[in-house]
C-alpha cells in the first residue's frame, strides 16, 4: 500500500458534547492522514437513536474547525464514497445482513427480551459466563414460520464459530489470539431495523474503503468478532490500530466524561468547547493532545502544526496509558500566548472579553495585550486583569482601596494629589507620569509599595493590574484623573 492509499476515519456517535477523549483519537487520525498524504474521513454513527443528542452533531464541528483538523470527506464537504450519515445508510445494512443470512452465516433471533433477561439472571444466579445460548441458531423452518406469524420481531445474529480461535495484528500491541468458545453470537441488526455498530462499522469501512483503523483501546475486545465479520462478507480487514487510554491527572484511573474536580480543586474541563470558551488556544490544544500518548524524543514538547505533521509516526505511538495534565497544558498555553504578536492576541482576547459582557474596543486591548501577555495562562485570564478598563463609572471598594500603612487620611491624600498633579501635566505619558508620581513618594511619608499601591486600587479597583504608569498613559488623562478623585470621594462617603 502506498502512502496516496491510507484513509483514515473518525467515526463518533453524536451522543454528547466533543470529549478530549475523542479529540485526541481525532488528532491521530488526522496526523496520521497528513503525514502520509491519505485521506480523513469524518463518519457519523448516528443510528443509535435512544442516546442521540442534538447540540452534539454541530459541537463536534464547530470544535473540529476551531482545531484546524479539517476533514477530506464527510458532512458539509462530501466524497465519493457517501452518504457519511449511517443513519442515510440504513438500506445498505439490511442488504447485507440479509446476504449472510441467505449464506448461513447469521440467522434470525426471536428471543424476546423477557426471556435475554430471565437467561442473564439464571447465568448470574449459577455463576456461569453471560452471553445469548444460541437458542435460535438451532430453530426449524416451521419454527421460524411460527414466530414470523405471531408477529415477534427478531434480531439478526452472527453465527460465531465455536471452535477454534481467532487471530489479528494490530500495529502497536502485535498478535492477539482469541479463543471461539469465548465469543458470542454477535447482534448484527436491532430489531427496529437499525444496525448495531458491529455491523455498520464492517460495513462502512470496507465500502469508504478504510486503509487503517485508529481508535481507542477499549475496543481490542470487538475486534475478534469483526474479524470474523470480515471474513463472513470475504473481505479483508483494514489495519488495526488502538490507542492508548488518557488517564486522570492521578493516573490512577481513565479521564471521566463528566467535569470532575479533584480534592481542592476547581472543576475540571472534558469537552472542547469548554477549553475554547476558557480561553486555550488551538494551536496548544492540538500541540498538548498529540503528546498525551506520542512523543517524537525524549526532549522536544513544542512542535507547530508543520512539525507534528512531518514528525507523527504510529511507531512511537505509546502502549501504555497516558495521564492528562492540566498543569501541562496550563504551562503551554502560557508559551503559545507568549509567542502571539500583539494584533493576533488583540483579536483574540476581543472575544473572550465581548463574550464576557463587557464593551471592549479593539484598539484598548492592542494598547494592554504586550501588558498582559505574560500573565496570561488563557485568554480568559484576561478578564479579570483588564475588566477595569471597559467599566464606566469605577468605583473602587473602600476596604480594599484602604493601605494599611497610610490609614484612611493618608490613602485620601495621596488620590487627591495624584489626581492634581497628572491634571496639571503638560505631556500625559508614561515618562512624565512616573517621574511625576514618584516625586510624590519622595515628597510624602510613605513607602513606594503603599502609595503605589492605593492608586492601583483607586484607578483599577485591584490590588493586581497590569503596570500602573503603562495603564493611566491607556486609560488616558481624563479618565485617570477621574478615577482616582472617585476614589477619594468613595472614602469621604465611607466615613
Known amino acids: 500500500m502506498t502512502n496516496a492509499n491510507v484513509r483514515v476515519r473518525f467515526a463518533p456517535s453524536p451522543t454528547g458534547y466533543f470529549h478530549l477523549g475523542s479529540a485526541r483519537t481525532a488528532l491521530y487520525n488526522w496526523l496520521f492522514a497528513q503525514h502520509t498524504g491519505g485521506s480523513f474521513i469524518l463518519r457519523i454513527e448516528d443510528t443509535d437513536r435512544t442516546r442521540y443528542h442534538p447540540e452534539a452533531l454541530p459541537d463536534l464541528l464547530d470544535s473540529l474547525r476551531w482545531l484546524g483538523w479539517f476533514w477530506d470527506e464527510g458532512p458539509e464537504v462530501g466524497g465519493s464514497y457517501g452518504p457519511y450519515y449511517q443513519s442515510d445508510r440504513a438500506e445498505l445494512y439490511r442488504q447485507y445482513a440479509d446476504q449472510l443470512i441467505q449464506d448461513g452465516k447469521a440467522y434470525r433471533c426471536y428471543c424476546t427480551p423477557e426471556r435475554l433477561a430471565a437467561l442473564r439472571e439464571e447465568q448470574r444466579r449459577e455463576r456461569f459466563k453471560p452471553g445469548y445460548d444460541r437458542r435460535c441458531r438451532y430453530i426449524t423452518s416451521a419454527q421460524i414460520a411460527e414466530f414470523e406469524a405471531q408477529g415477534l420481531r427478531s434480531v439478526v445474529r452472527l453465527m460465531t464459530p465455536t471452535e477454534g480461535q481467532t487471530a489479528f495484528e494490530d500495529l502497536l500491541r502485535g498478535r492477539i489470539v482469541v479463543e471461539n468458545a469465548e465469543l458470542d453470537d454477535l447482534v448484527l441488526l436491532k430489531s427496529d431495523g437499525y444496525p448495531t455498530y458491529h455491523l455498520a462499522n464492517v460495513v462502512d469501512d470496507h465500502l469508504m474503503q478504510i486503509s487503517h483503523i485508529l481508535r481507542g483501546e477499549e475496543w481490542l475486545p470487538s475486534v475478534p468478532k469483526h474479524v470474523l465479520l470480515y471474513d463472513a462478507l470475504g473481505w479483508s480487514i483494514p489495519a488495526q490500530v488502538h490507542l492508548p487510554t488518557i488517564l486522570d491527572p492521578s493516573g490512577k484511573g481513565k479521564l471521566s466524561k463528566r467535569r470532575q474536580r479533584g480534592p481542592g480543586e476547581a472543576e475540571r474541563l472534558t469537552f472542547i468547547h469548554e477549553f475554547r470558551q476558557t480561553g486555550y488556544l488551538p494551536e496548544a490544544m492540538t500541540n498538548f493532545l498529540a503528546l498525551v500518548g506520542w512523543a517524537y524524543d525524549a526532549e522536544t514538547e513544542l512542535f507547530t502544526r508543520d512539525e507534528l505533521i512531518r514528525y507523527f509516526d504510529l511507531d512511537d505511538v505509546s502502549k501504555s496509558p497516558a495521564a492528562f495534565s492540566y498543569e501541562k497544558l496550563d504551562h503551554m498555553n502560557a ?32 494598547q494592554f495585550a504586550p501588558l498582559v501577555k505574560e500573565r496570561l495562562r488563557t485568554l480568559s485570564d484576561a478578564v479579570d486583569l483588564l475588566d477595569f478598563a471597559f467599566v464606566d463609572g469605577h468605583m473602587p471598594d473602600p476596604d480594599t482601596l484602604v493601605q494599611k500603612a497610610m490609614g484612611v487620611d493618608g490613602t485620601r491624600q495621596a488620590l487627591r494629589e495624584s489626581a492634581k498633579a497628572l491634571y496639571e501635566l503638560p505631556s500625559f505619558d508614561e515618562e512624565a507620569i512616573e517621574e511625576t508620581l514618584r516625586g510624590l513618594v519622595d515628597a510624602s511619608d510613605f513607602k513606594i509599595r503603599d502609595y503605589f499601591g492605593a492608586l492601583r486600587v483607586g484607578l483599577t479597583g485591584k490590588r493586581v493590574s497590569p503596570p500602573l504608569f503603562e495603564t493611566m498613559a491607556i486609560l488616558g488623562r481624563q479618565d485617570t484623573v477621574q478615577r482616582l478623585r472617585r476614589a477619594a470621594d468613595a472614602l469621604d462617603a465611607a466615613e
Do not use: F, K
Open 335 to 366: 508559551v503559545y500566548i507568549r509567542g502571539l504578536g500583539d494584533n493576533d492576541l488583540a483579536n483574540r482576547l476581543l472575544q473572550i472579553l465581548r463574550r464576557a459582557g463587557l464593551d471592549a474596543d479593539y484598539g484598548r486591548i492592542l
